[in-house]
C-alpha cells in the first residue's frame, strides 16, 4: 500500500532553515510528482509547490518564490522541502502529498509539524 | 495565484442536505474540471473526497457529489451525518500552480 512517512517535528529559531523530509513507498517512486503543503494552526491549508521526481524540475507558489528549495533523491527515494529564513508565521504543519492525474491528492504524508519561536 | 472563496461555515440537520460552494476565477476554476474536495478532521490528514469536479474515489460515500458552473464548483452532501462534521476544502488546477480555497467548517446539528 502507499505511504508517504515523513520526518518528525522541528522547533526553529526566526532566521533559521528547516528542511522536512517525505519517504514514499508502495509504489515507483518516479511515476508521480509530489507537492508540499502546509497549514498552519487553526488556518487552511496552502500550497508551496510540486517537484518532479524524474527530472527534479520543480515549480513555486509565488509567495515562497526565493525561499523554498524542493528536491529529490533518486538514491534513497526521498523528497525534501527547505524552507529558509523562518518567521513566526512559518510556524505549521508540513504536508507532503502525492498528485494523481493532474490535480488531486489520493496520498498524504502524516505531516511534520514545524514551530518557529524565540 | 488568489485563493479560491469558501463560506467559512456551514450547518445542517442529520438527514438533510447541503452545498458547500467554492469560488474562483476564469483562470483556474472556470478553465479546468480539475477541481477536487478534502475532508479533514481534527488532528488528521486531509482525505480526498471529490476529484475532476465529479468523480468519486473508491470508498467514498455516494452520499458526496460534485458538480461545476461558470468559476464556482459545489460539493453536496446527501443524508447528512455526525461523521460529516469536518472542515472541506476545494482545491483547482492554475496550471503550473494549484490554489486552495481558505476551507469551510461544517457542523451537523
Known amino acids: 500500500q502507499v505511504q508517504l512517512v515523513q520526518s518528525g517535528a522541528e522547533v526553529k529559531r526566526p532566521g533559521a532553515s528547516v528542511k522536512v523530509s517525505c519517504k514514499p513507498s508502495g509504489y515507483t517512486f518516479t511515476d508521480y510528482y509530489m507537492h508540499w503543503l502546509r497549514q498552519a494552526p487553526g488556518q487552511g491549508l496552502e500550497w508551496m509547490g510540486w517537484?518532479?521526481?524524474?527530472?527534479?524540475?520543480?515549480s513555486y507558489a509565488q509567495k515562497f518564490q526565493g525561499r523554498v528549495t524542493m528536491t529529490r533523491d533518486t538514491s534513497i527515494s526521498t523528497f525534501s522541502m527547505e524552507l529558509t529564513r523562518l518567521t513566526n508565521d512559518d510556524t505549521a504543519t508540513y504536508y507532503c502529498?502525492?498528485?494523481?492525474?493532474?490535480?488531486?491528492?489520493?496520498?498524504w504524508g502524516q505531516g511534520t509539524l514545524v514551530t518557529v519561536s524565540s | 495565484q488568489s485563493a479560491l472563496t469558501q463560506p467559512a461555515s456551514v450547518s445542517g440537520s442529520p438527514g438533510q442536505s447541503i452545498t458547500l460552494t467554492c469560488t474562483g476565477a476564469?483562470?483556474?476554476?472556470?478553465?479546468?474540471?480539475?477541481v477536487s474536495w478534502y475532508q479533514q478532521h481534527p488532528g488528521k490528514a486531509p482525505k480526498l473526497m471529490i476529484y475532476e469536479v465529479t468523480k468519486r474515489p473508491s470508498g467514498v460515500s455516494n452520499r458526496f457529489s460534485g458538480s461545476k458552473s461558470g468559476n464556482t464548483a459545489s460539493l453536496t452532501i446527501s443524508g447528512l451525518q455526525a461523521e460529516d462534521e469536518a472542515d472541506y476544502y476545494c482545491s483547482s488546477y492554475a496550471g503550473s500552480w494549484r490554489v486552495f480555497g481558505g476551507g469551510t467548517k461544517l457542523t451537523v446539528l
Open positions: 517537484i518532479s521526481p524524474n527530472t527534479g524540475g520543480t
Open positions: 502529498a502525492r498528485e494523481e492525474g493532474s490535480s488531486w491528492y489520493a496520498y
Open positions: 476564469s483562470s483556474d476554476v472556470g478553465r479546468y474540471n480539475l
